[in-house]
């Protein structure tokens, strides 16, 4: 995912600069984003103080590593069950007593 060229800080400040009754649109204008941008930050930025969104950031980078994690177990998961399926042996008889066990192909 794409980074914020803002920092959790400067988003922050931006919107409480905001909530202390300066128009939307001069906000954007001053900080040089979009309406939609800002509208977004609100979404997911207000009513936190830096340090919820410091801790808001370092909980999101746990989850994707995690995310990874757990799609890398499942894939090992499926290849695992994917090879138990399959027959990788059979028994050739050596003469009247005892089978032994040669690689099947094909």
Known sequence: MKRSRFSEEQIIAMLKEQEARMPTA???RKQG??????????????????????RLRALE????????????????NAILKDVA???????AFV????????????
């Open 61 to 76: 980078d746990e989850n994707g590593k995690l995310k990874k994690l757990l799609a890398e177990a499942m894939l090992d």
């Open 26 to 28: 001069d906000v954007c």
């Open 85 to 91: 399926a399959k027959k990788w042996w059979r028994p």
């Open 33 to 54: 984003v979009s309406t939609a941008t800002f509208y977004k930050h609100k979404a997911k930025f207000g009513g936190l103080e830096v340090s919820d969104a410091r």
């Open 95 to 106: 003469g009247k007593r005892r089978p032994r066990l040669v690689r099947r192909t094909g």
